[in-house]
């Protein structure tokens, strides 16, 4: 019996240690996970010490690097180089995110289902479909051309390739050891890939094919109506009304060639594509007279996904031509928002529409050659090889190229197979990395319109401010030559007329310097009024957040960098100060149970802050999306194919402009609707709605509870890497634009001046490590609206009581 015993316990060991040691479908091997000498146990890091010096020998150094950390992880990098000094970027960026620099390049290179198995084959479909390879591989080619970002690229490359070269299996990254694989080396078309999926997630999408099935169904008088160019009820342009065109512009493209055609698809597509909530930001800068310090002050916030690690890293770079402070984009050198000891600058999205689709007609089913200008016009192929976990072959799939971009096809129920083409700024050739390279060394206002000319895009919003006491923004990046809407419905992919005709010229691009109000100020709403010459776009963000904004702005005086700090965190909500008491002015006019009456007394006595602690915001945010769908739904939800809906300004005007529109009515319903019926319907749905997730009234119904913001380690799975519950205000639409999982990803203010002075601070910390003390370490400061004074050292040897450890980097 205890020979049987013995013989069992081996078995079950060597079987354990079998089944540990290899890796089950998707699930990785656990036993390099678990060990002690290579496992999770080893990824615990210290604080930096003060007074700790290191001294690292690294291969291809050219001279000594010099760097400071501060209290809270920031490297502060003294190079003699450019090349050093990106060396020591990427060096240092790859120590702190590693892992997080190969995801997203696998994402945008569409090689996920390398590591991660067929579960992500789609994406990595799409990915090659859209021809992000193809964009980074053309850009690749120009930046390393130029000689000023070669030495970027190679030096930011071959830091990475250091950090990664003197790594064991014990120090990958716990994600690594998760997914169980290892890094390998970074190339310099990583950082272009780096490059296009920021492209993608700013200017990645439209609603083009959604246009043109309201189009099909509707007709041009109900576009006219519900879908204008420019807000009916409010708007307040980033270029302030009035601005002069001090210039001559092109000939416009003739509308001739009108979308209005009956050739758009109706049944092709299973749902819209929205953009996601949250996705904006908000910069301003203010004039000295508004300044108490005598000069300009300029603050950024960019709203992006609130992730862990942060999509941000801080760094301080200085070399003899450049001190230069701010984040950078964990795998693209430079500092891409920030400030130096002459010029602040910062950064957002513009949302043009640099983004179109063309139906494209093929001879047959080779696609090798398709329909254009009345004749067949050759096409090109390009093999796309995605490697599969657990796969022996690749899979295989030939993308076919037309002169308007990639072409992807649909199979469609109704009209068999449909291909489009996408035309996308992401494929277009340039060197925007130039733009930021000469923004880090820029001096003054000529400086920063010179380096601005060099960027393709995404199209940016570029505040700016200096100490020659200049502020200026400019809505810039390479925006095409087009008629009046061309993109707003679905185009023709054999016409010439559909074409894009050209480039809008860089010093025509919308811009403002020094303006008599004392300020500029974008948040994603309209570049101009209607009298810019050339078309942008059709629709922007809606207007609330830039409305308060420049209502603080314009009644600001004496202002400091806390000033702003606190205009970054208003909680303001200017839909409730515009729609509410219409709204509420309905409720009065029918009787309510103890329940809606209760909910509707809340918001009577709202004060229209999205405060944390508040209920009513919870109540007035679950209302209006319901509002909006009682409206349109019966008409623009469609099982058929997906419609765009008008947007928030066109429903608001109507229900203030126009309370007898016929839209009211849910065609759906034998009863013929009202703009009251649907208004107390909407509010009943709910409060009854929150009711069912919150139960009765009470705490639970606070606006943080509800909202419930969520910050989430980039795998989205591993939960216990996920930040703790926040209890946060704000959402979308107010400046403190913080939703469910998207909000302020950094937040900057600076004090332009002989020495300036900044501040600024991002929700997670320097480190993508969750053992390290620098993973969560700014998450708590964050979630108060606090910010960090930021440590600006124009010497190595400089003192400050908030630097730590020194590390020298020598050449081995």
Do not use: C
């Amino acid at each position: 019996m205890k020979f049987f015993k013995a013989v069992l316990t081996v078995i079950l060991t060597i079987g354990l240690v079998y089944a540990l040691n290899r890796p089950w479908g998707p699930v990785p091997a656990l036993g390099p996970f678990l060990s002690p000498f290579t496992g999770f146990w080893q990824n615990g890091e210290k604080i930096y010490e003060p007074n700790e010096e290191i001294v690292l020998k690294l291969d291809s150094l050219r001279e000594e690097v010099i760097i400071r950390f501060d209290d809270i992880g920031v490297p502060h990098i003294f190079a003699k180089n450019d090349f050093d000094l990106f060396y020591a970027q990427g060096y240092l960026t790859a120590k702190d995110r590693l892992w997080q620099m190969d995801i997203q390049t696998r994402a945008a290179s569409g090689r996920l289902s390398e590591i991660l198995g067929p579960a992500t084959l789609e994406m990595d479909k799409n990915s090659r479909r859209l021809g992000m390879a193809y964009g980074a591989e053309v850009n690749i080619k120009i930046a390393l051309s130029d000689p000023k970002s070669r030495e970027a690229l190679l030096g930011y490359s071959a830091g990475v390739n250091a950090f990664i070269s003197q790594l064991s299996p014990k120090d990958y990254p716990v994600e690594y050891k998760l997914l169980g694989y290892k890094p390998e080396l970074w190339k310099p078309i990583n950082t272009m890939y780096m490059l296009e999926q920021m492209t993608l997630t700013l200017a990645g999408r439209s609603n083009d094919l959604n246009m043109s099935n309201v189009l099909k169904k509707y007709g041009n008088e109900v576009i006219k109506d519900l879908f204008p160019d420019y807000p009916m009820l409010q708007e307040s342009p980033i270029i302030p009304v009035g601005t002069a065109w001090d210039f001559k512009p092109l000939p416009i493209p003739d509308d001739k060639h009108s979308e209005s055609k009956d050739s758009v698809l109706l049944n092709e597509f299973s749902k819209p594509e929205m953009k996601p909530e949250g996705i904006g930001s908000n910069n301003w800068a203010i004039s000295a007279e508004k300044s108490i310090t005598g000069y300009p002050i300029l603050a950024n916030d960019p709203h992006l996904e609130l992730t862990l690690p942060s999509i941000w890293y801080q760094v301080q770079l200085h070399s003899p031509d450049v001190n230069v402070y701010g984040v950078s984009l964990p795998g693209i050198p430079s500092v891409i928002i920030g400030f130096n000891q002459n010029v602040a600058w910062g950064v957002t999205n513009v949302d043009a529409d640099v983004y179109d689709r063309y139906k494209i007609t093929f001879k047959d089913t080779s696609q090798s050659s398709y329909w254009y200008d009345n004749q067949w016009k050759p096409a090109r192929k390009r093999e796309e090889l995605i490697y599969i976990k657990g796969k022996a072959e690749p899979y295989r799939e030939q993308v076919t190229y037309t002169h308007h971009g990639p072409v992807t096809k649909y199979n469609d129920e109704l009209t068999g197979s449909v291909y489009l083409a996408t035309k996308w700024i992401g494929h277009e050739p340039g060197n925007s990395f130039l733009t930021f390279y000469e923004l880090n060394k820029a001096k003054d206002y000529d400086d920063y319109r010179n380096a601005l000319a060099k960027y393709v895009g995404p199209a940016q919003n570029f505040v700016f401010a200096d100490n020659g006491k200049n502020i200026a923004m400019t809505v810039n990046g390479k925006l095409p030559l087009k008629r009046k809407d061309q993109g707003k419905f679905l185009l023709d992919g054999s016409s010439p007329d559909d074409d894009w005709k050209g480039w809008i010229p860089a010093d025509q691009n919308p811009f403002v310097k020094n303006p008599t109000r004392g300020f500029v100020s974008s948040a994603n709403q309209s570049s101009t009024d209607p009298s810019y010459p050339y078309y942008i776009n059709w629709i922007f963000a809606p207007a609330e957040r830039g409305i308060r904004i420049n209502e603080r702005l314009e009644k600001m005086n004496s202002a400091n960098a806390d000033s702003l700090r606190i205009l970054q965190n208003d909680n303001y909500n200017v839909l409730a100060r515009t729609i509410l008491p219409k709204l509420l002015s309905i409720l009065e006019t029918t009787p309510l149970n103890s329940t809606y009456k209760a909910a509707q007394q809340v918001l009577t006595e709202w004060n229209y802050q999205n405060s944390p602690e508040k209920i009513a915001p919870s109540i007035f945010e679950e209302w209006l999306p319901a509002l909006r769908n009682a409206v349109w739904n019966d008409e623009f939800d469609s099982s058929e194919a997906p419609l765009a809906f008008p947007s928030r300004d066109r429903l608001l005007y109507m229900i203030l402009k126009q309370p007898d529109a016929k839209w009211f009515d849910n065609v759906k319903t034998p009863k013929k609707e009202t703009l009251a019926d649907i208004t107390i319907s909407s509010f009943k749905a709910a409060v009854d709605t929150l009711n069912a997730r919150h139960g009765a009234m009470s705490p639970s119904w606070q606006w943080s509870e509800v909202k419930d913001t969520e910050i989430r380690h980039l795998s989205r799975s591993l939960k216990p890497f996920n930040a703790p519950h926040l209890k946060l205000g704000g959402g979308t639409g107010i400046v403190n634009a913080i939703t469910k999982r998207n909000g302020p990803s950094w937040r900057m203010v600076v004090e332009l001046g002989p020495t300036p002075k900044a501040y600024g601070i991002f929700p997670g910390g320097q480190s993508g490590n969750p053992g390290s003390p620098y993973y969560l370490n700014l998450l708590e400061k964050w979630e108060k609206g606090e910010l960090n004074e930021l440590v600006y050292l124009s010497s190595p040897d400089q003192q400050n009581k908030r630097l730590t450890s020194r590390v020298i980097l020598k050449k081995k």
